[in-house]
C-alpha cells in the first residue's frame, strides 16, 4: 500500500503564514519508495479546477512554482522523513483552496504527470 498523508492546513489571516506537510509511505508497484519521485503541491479553490503550485525534484535541488505563489511560498523535502512540505507566507484569501500533496516523475505542472496523490488539505485565508 502507498500512501500520502498530509497536514497542517486551517485558516490563517490574510498575510499570516501556514506550513503544510505531506508524509509519504509504502512503496510503488516499480518498488520505489516516494524518495526517489518528484513531489508537488495543487490546490483546487471552490469552483475553479486544480491547478498547480509547486514541486521539487526528488533530490530536493530543483524547484519549480506558479507565478503567483514565487517570493511567498517554499517547497521543500526531508527524505529522512519521507516527507515534503510547503512553507507559505504572505498569504492571500486567493490562496484559499483545497491543497493536494502528489508524486511523480519528472518536474511537471500537469495534473497527468502525477500517479500518487493525497486526500487534500483545506487552506482558507480570510481577509
Known amino acids: 500500500q502507498v500512501q500520502l498523508v498530509e497536514s497542517g492546513g486551517g485558516l490563517v489571516q490574510a498575510g499570516g503564514s501556514l506550513r503544510l506537510s505531506c508524509a509519504a509511505s509504502?512503496?510503488?508497484?516499480?518498488?520505489?519508495?516516494?524518495?526517489?519521485?518528484?513531489r508537488g503541491w495543487f490546490r483546487q479553490a471552490p469552483g475553479k479546477e486544480r491547478e498547480f503550485v509547486a514541486v521539487i525534484s526528488w533530490n530536493g535541488i530543483g524547484t519549480y512554482y506558479e507565478d503567483s505563489v514565487k517570493g511567498r511560498f517554499t517547497i521543500t523535502r526531508d527524505n529522512a522523513k519521507s516527507t515534503v512540505y510547503l512553507q507559505m507566507n504572505s498569504m492571500k484569501p486567493e490562496d484559499t483552496a483545497v491543497y493536494y500533496c502528489a508524486a511523480g516523475d519528472g518536474i511537471r505542472r500537469i495534473r497527468s504527470a502525477y500517479d500518487f496523490w493525497g486526500r487534500g488539505t483545506q487552506v482558507t485565508v480570510s481577509s
Open positions: 509504502g512503496r510503488t508497484s516499480s518498488g520505489r519508495t516516494f524518495n526517489s519521485y518528484a
